[in-house]
């Protein structure tokens, strides 16, 4: 029996503790809680009135099989009856009971709510203690302030509730003239009232600056004395021969909500104090223990974080800097690993960046050797930070012999990494295409589509590099076995640049081509399609080798291919080789136009995948340490851009243009000023999310049926109008009008008779281009007469965003690890809605392949759950989007998930698919 | 600010769970899993920091929690249990790991050379003891002789 519990010891709980810990096995201690739970069952109903002890005995019994982990559904009741005891023993058990077991929506808050009003009315120290101690853990109990003229141990509980009730919800307390006094809790001569108190105003002074500026030359003075005292002279808060370590970290940790202060006196009291700390590091430790380094290094760093936070002091940064040098060689892997993090921020200050780059050597060695793949993730981040033109090829070089051997949990940013560094600091672009290539041969499957993309926009932009380019994709496909990423970029470069290596009969036009065409069988339908294209492209530079590639494309196994897209570009390509003259050919074919310049998506992409607060990043904000990230958070939203247009889009373009003839283009936006006072029918609107076929509209004059089909950014919907009277409709116009045209387009709308015979039915087509994310649908406007009056309709077309999805199939480890990047809070948008048709399982099913998306089947663990993807393709960006369907049969109700690069994206996808089931 | 805090031993069977924030059952079951995953591998050359986001074995969690990024557990082991606190990934290190040892002397201090038994048979105390020292997911008060103090106190109280 431990020492503590003699005297009060509550035997039969000991009793019963024992027992189950006797118990041999899992059904054995079942069948003793079971015994138990009927006896206590037995005792709180029955007709005595149990004692306080007895019901404090039992109720911690309860307790204790909840904490064993079976739930318990009874005996609530009496344990808000001990908050109304005398006894301290007796009360703390039922506010223990409380707030581990009752959540505060639960119907007892009230009864709670009372117990605990009392106590606070008490003026007994202990029972209020107990009381604030409960309000912060059962978090929706309404606001019970307490005033401050109390005992310490209480004032410490109340400043740690207030923060609690600020942060659950705030408007219950809102700021007031007590906010000042708070402020001078810093001045108190209990350290344990000022360490909550800093708590408090640090979580108070982020949310609002401005009202507690005057806390910063307080927290100063008090650190001041702190970091001066000799240590014996705090006593109690003296850790291992350190000053109040924890409390110092809570004020250097306030400071950083502010700027360097502007008063001078005050600011020089600061640096002192700085120094101080840097100093200390210096001196011989007082104790061995690494308790005493280990307070000491807390308060180091934070200090080091306030440096690195005001960026105003080069010696100190400097300080800072060469002191993390000396951890990064400590025997202590916490401080080495400590050291780099802190490094990472430090590198991108001005002052300080030539100081870390110095460190080199070091850090290149703590990725060859360290044992903890955490720090070696953080010495990565670090070479990612130090790194500028001077050292870039060395770093980019030691990344690559690292990603050889590195961990695949984190192969993929690095790929990211040395995409970015070896773009940013190429001077000479021969070396980033060699960097390039040697990371697909190295880490093929982990480059992603914006690092190959990205390497195709940089040699079309760039035509000093083109030929080299060529020459070293050449090169490298000679290789038997060589990645897909490879082939993708070996096709596209060849497709548009072989023309520049074809004089050497090395690669002669034959032999580029019958190398690639080595390749095909082995790849999948897109490189397949993306190969396809590069063979047209080849006919137009190389009119020897187009009889071969003719002969190719005839095959059976091109022009009769099971995939429309394969068959498609098969039969296009080769009647296009056949038909056109060289002229046209040389148009169609044209070489790329350089890409716009933007943003580079690859750096888009690793903001994406290391979140917020997560990221030492070249060009990023540093990291805020007390949290506040929306900065850079909104910088990665918007930024999603992806610039390639891939061999497909020419595609489409061919198909497209010549049937939208210049002579059927109408002005859709021109006279739609009478229009607007009729009243938009849009009851159908919602059916059509998930299918594209179907009447949208009717009365008894007209029928307007749909068909339409998307394919990728561009769409096309077949109007039919259907007279359903015996009667002409005479002057018959329909109009398109968008409210946002720069978001969805109609490119055309064909032009339609004006006379519609009764009982006939006419087409009209509009094909559609989607330029970016919208929300508003088009409106299809009809205006006709008929018997002598004007008739007005209007329709909303639903034409959404979903209508643009690409399905796209991945293995439930490429889900997850995408689901992963797109975590930030903004990016998830979540609904539990009540069903309403019946819950059927291949309905839900066809619902959600008709909303776009693929259906991936053994991706959730629940087999129940429904889970998607799909990708948007607009005209300026793609967006890839994960959804998530989880329908309870049992409440009738779903709850829908989903995750897209983009806030609107995620939100107007929810709103469209809520509303199907 | 602090998340939760998990005393664990080796097998996994859970000593203390303290939270902070509002997780429901299932979510708690599943936390407590995956920090006893997590850190029961790792060793003397391992950081006593584990940012779970970098290291989760299980995508599950992460699936779970997508906040979970920017959280970061401190653990310290003493014998057969794992003390673990999980806070925010800004928070610092070395304080919270200190404040572990400070809470571990504490126990120690209170019932005179703690084994895990006492944590056993005297789980409503533990709570006590750590609503003294942390309170609202911050620390509370550092100062051993004053938590001492108060809970001898408190002791005496009927």
Known sequence: ?917 | MIRFILIQNRAGKTRLAKWYMQFDDDEKQKLIEEVHAVVTVRDAKHTNFVEVWDQLVSYALSVLFPQFRNFKIIYRRYAGLYFCICVDVTDNNLAYLEGIHNFVEVLNEYFHNVCELDLVFNFYKVYTVVDEMFLAGEIRETSQTKVLKQLLMLQSLE
């Not at chain 1, 409390?247 to 250097?252: C, D, Q, R, T, Y």
């Not at chain 1, 990291?623 to 891939?646: A, D, Y």
């Open chain 1, 1 to 917: 029996m431990p020492a503590v519990s003699k005297g009060d010891g509550m035997r039969g709980l000991a009793v019963f503790i024992s027992d189950i810990r006797n118990c041999k096995s899992k059904e054995a201690e079942v069948k003793r809680i079971n015994k138990e739970l009927a006896n206590i069952r037995s005792k709180f109903k029955g007709d005595k009135a149990l004692d306080g002890y007895s019901k404090k005995k039992y109720v911690c019994k309860l307790l204790f099989i909840f904490l064993l982990g079976h739930d318990i559904d009874f005996g609530h009741m009496e344990a808000v009856n001990l908050l109304s005891s005398n006894k301290y023993t007796e009360k703390q058990i039922g506010y223990l009971f409380i707030s581990v077991l009752v959540n505060s929506n639960s119907d007892l808050i009230r009864l709670i709510n009372n117990g605990i009003k009392n106590d606070l009315a008490s003026r007994n120290p202990t029972f209020m203690n107990l009381a604030l101690h409960c309000i912060a853990f059962a978090s929706e109990i309404p606001r019970i302030l307490v005033a401050g003229d109390t005992m310490d141990s209480v004032k410490q509980s109340a400043a740690l509730c207030l923060l609690r009730l600020n942060r659950t919800s705030p408007d219950l307390v809102p700021m007031g003239e007590w906010t000042a006094r708070v402020v001078h809790l810093l001045n108190d001569q209990h350290l344990g009232v000022v360490t909550a108190a800093t708590s408090l105003i640090t979580t108070l002074a982020q949310k609002s600056p401005d009202d507690f500026k005057t806390s910063i030359s307080l927290a100063v003075a008090r650190l001041s004395r702190i970091v001066t005292s000799a240590s014996i002279d705090l006593q109690d808060y003296t850790y291992y021969f350190v000053a109040a370590p924890w409390l110092s970290v809570k004020l250097l940790r306030l400071l950083q909500c502010y700027p360097p202060p502007e008063d001078a006196a005050l600011r020089s009291r600061l640096t002192e104090c700085l120094e101080t700390i840097l100093n200390k590091a210096q001196e011989p430790p007082k104790s061995k223990k690494v308790q005493h380094s280990n307070a000491k290094n807390a308060v180091l760093f934070e200090a080091i974080s306030l440096i690195i936070h005001h960026d105003s002091e080069p010696t100190l940064l400097v300080r800072a800097c060469n002191q993390l040098g000396q951890f990064l060689q400590h025997r202590e892997t916490n401080l080495r690993y400590l050291a780099l993090e802190s490094m990472c921020t430090l590198a991108s200050s001005e002052f300080s960046h030539e100081a870390v780059k110095t460190h080199i050597e070091t850090v290149i060695n703590a990725l060859k050797t360290e044992r903890d793949v955490s720090v070696r993730q953080r010495a990565v981040d670090l070479l990612y930070a130090m790194c500028d033109r001077s050292n870039a090829k060395q770093i980019v070089a030691e990344m690559l012999s690292y990603l050889e051997t590195a961990d695949y949990s984190i192969r993929e940013e690095i790929v990211l990494k040395v995409a970015i560094l070896a773009e940013k600091y190429a001077v000479d672009y021969t070396w980033y295409v060699d960097t390039i290539l040697n990371l697909i041969r190295i880490a093929g499957d982990y480059v992603s589509e914006e690092v190959w993309y990205r390497v195709i926009q940089i040699v079309i932009n760039r035509d000093d590099v083109q030929g080299y380019a060529a020459k070293t994709v050449f090169e490298a496909l000679q290789a038997p076995a060589c990645h897909e990423n490879l082939v993708k970029v070996g096709g596209y470069i060849l497709g548009e640049f072989g023309n520049l290596i074809a004089g050497d009969s090395r690669s002669s036009p034959l032999v580029q081509f019958n190398l690639l065409h080595s390749k095909f069988h082995l790849c999948s339908v897109p490189t397949r399609a993306l190969l396809l294209s590069a063979y047209i492209k080849f006919i137009n530079l190389f009119p020897e080798v187009k009889a071969t590639i003719q002969e190719v494309l005839r095959s059976d196994s091109q022009l009769r291919n099971a995939d429309v897209e394969l068959q498609q570009r098969a039969v296009e390509y080769l009647r296009l080789s056949c038909i056109a003259s060289t002229d046209i050919l040389a148009t169609v074919l044209e070489e790329m136009p350089p890409f716009p310049e933007r943003e580079s998506s690859i750096l888009a992409k690793l903001k994406r995948k290391k979140g917020p607060g997560n990221l030492p990043d070249i060009d990023d904000a540093r990291r805020n340490v007390n949290g506040n990230t929306e900065h850079s958070e909104k910088t990665e939203t918007t930024n999603k851009v992806t610039l390639v247009r891939t061999a497909s889009a020419y595609l489409l373009n061919l198909n497209s243009t010549p049937t939208a003839g210049a002579s059927l283009l109408v002005d859709v936006f021109s006279d739609s000023s009478t229009l607007a006072s009729v009243e938009v029918s849009d009851e159908n609107f919602p059916r059509f999310v998930c299918k594209n076929n179907g009447v949208i509209f009717e009365n008894q004059l007209l029928q307007i049926g749909l068909k339409s089909e998307y394919r990728q950014n561009l769409g096309r919907m077949y109007v039919f109008y259907g007279n359903k009277t015996s009667t002409q409709f005479l002057s018959f116009s329909s109009s398109v009008t968008c409210n946002d045209t720069l978001k969805n387009h109609i490119l055309s709308t064909s032009s339609v008779d004006p006379i519609i015979e009764g009982g006939a039915q006419v087409q009209q087509i509009l094909n559609i281009e989607c330029v970016s994310d919208f929300t508003d649908a088009p409106v299809l406007n009809v205006q006709f007469r008929y018997g002598g009056t004007l008739q007005n309709i209007a329709v909303k077309l639903p034409v959404m965003l979903n209508k643009f999805f690409q399905p796209t199939e991945m293995t439930s480890q490429d889900f997850f690890q995408r689901w992963k990047q797109l975590g930030a809070p903004q990016q998830e948008v979540q609904k539990i809605f009540k069903a309403k048709h019946p819950m059927d399982t291949e309905v839900t099913k066809a619902k959600i392949l008709g909303f776009g998306v693929a259906l991936l089947d053994r991706v959730d663990p629940n087999p129940e759950n429904f889970v998607g993807a799909g990708v948007i393709h607009s005209k300026n960006t793609q967006v890839g989007c994960l959804l998530r369907l989880e329908p309870n049969t049992q409440a009738q109700m779903y709850r829908l998930t989903l995750r897209t690069s983009r806030d609107s994206v995620s939100q107007r996808l929810c709103d469209l698919l809520s509303e199907q089931f």
